[in-house]
């Protein structure tokens, strides 16, 4: 487990050191291996976070663990990301510009930054803030088979119920037709976010535009009484990180 998913407490400095190594590592190899894929060696990763490849070794004693803890972190990161979501849309009701914590409407009311809330949906919402600041893959990579460790399957679980909150209120808001389900919402973020041979912002511009023109289409057919067929449910989508 990354060192960076514990409570916040005063530590020893030793362990202080070691916690700041270990973010250092894990922000390097999400850097590292989104420009140059898993193909990157530890000594890459190494030299990008300003550490010694041994410090990699010790906490990470080979490549795939690092990937696999970059994976776990990347997940949680989502799980409580969907809770603040959550919790914001079932508050958007008795307070019409509530904001997404984290995001630009969180110091007050901005028109330019688009519909409140409420208007565009907790779905819609997660899905910018993963588009633009999420910190990790959300799959499983390739040739990591076999059960799922337990942090995974448990962070998985945080995720899955978190989002049903958010898809709940979404489709009793008249927002998302019937048929949605929390695992869409992940099938949608796979679509809307793939590489793309620009620079972060224009790529986040693109994927954000193709984003509102999806939230406006479940809008509308949400609005039409019009149901979809059915969809995966969550168990088939973590099925994929068996993969």
Do not use: C
Not at 98 to 119: F, K, N, Y
Not at 126 to 153: K, M
Not at 189 to 218: C, E, N, S, T
Request: glycine fraction near 10%; avoid cysteine.
């Amino acid at each position: 487990m990354p060192a960076t998913d514990e409570p916040d407490r005063p530590l020893p400095g030793r362990q202080r050191e070691a916690r700041a190594n270990d973010t250092a590592v894990l922000t390097a190899a999400r850097e590292v291996f989104s420009a140059r894929g898993t193909e990157a060696s530890m000594a890459d990763v190494a030299r990008h976070a300003g550490v010694g490849v041994g410090s990699v070794y010790r906490r990470y004693p080979t490549k795939e663990a690092l990937v696999e803890a970059l994976h776990v972190h990347a997940v949680r990161e989502a799980a409580r990301l969907a809770a603040e979501v959550a919790d914001a849309v079932e508050g958007a009701a008795g307070a019409p510009t509530a904001p997404v914590p984290g995001s630009r409407r969180e110091d007050g009311p901005a028109p330019e930054d688009g519909p409140a809330l409420e208007d565009r949906g907790g779905v819609t919402a997660f899905l910018e803030r993963q588009i633009t600041g999420a910190t990790g893959p959300l799959l499983r990579p390739p040739g990591l088979r076999g059960p799922l460790p337990p942090d995974l399957a448990a962070a998985s679980a945080e995720l899955g119920a978190e989002l049903e909150r958010i898809v709940a209120r979404d489709r009793a808001a008249g927002l998302l037709p019937e048929g949605f389900t929390s695992a869409d919402v992940m099938q949608l973020l796979q679509h809307l976010r793939p590489a793309l041979p620009f620079g972060r912002d224009r790529a986040d511009a693109l994927h954000l535009r193709y984003l509102a023109l999806v939230a406006r289409g479940l809008h509308e057919q949400a609005r039409a009484g019009q149901p979809l067929p059915d969809g995966p449910r969550w168990d088939e989508w973590v099925g994929a990180w068996h993969d």
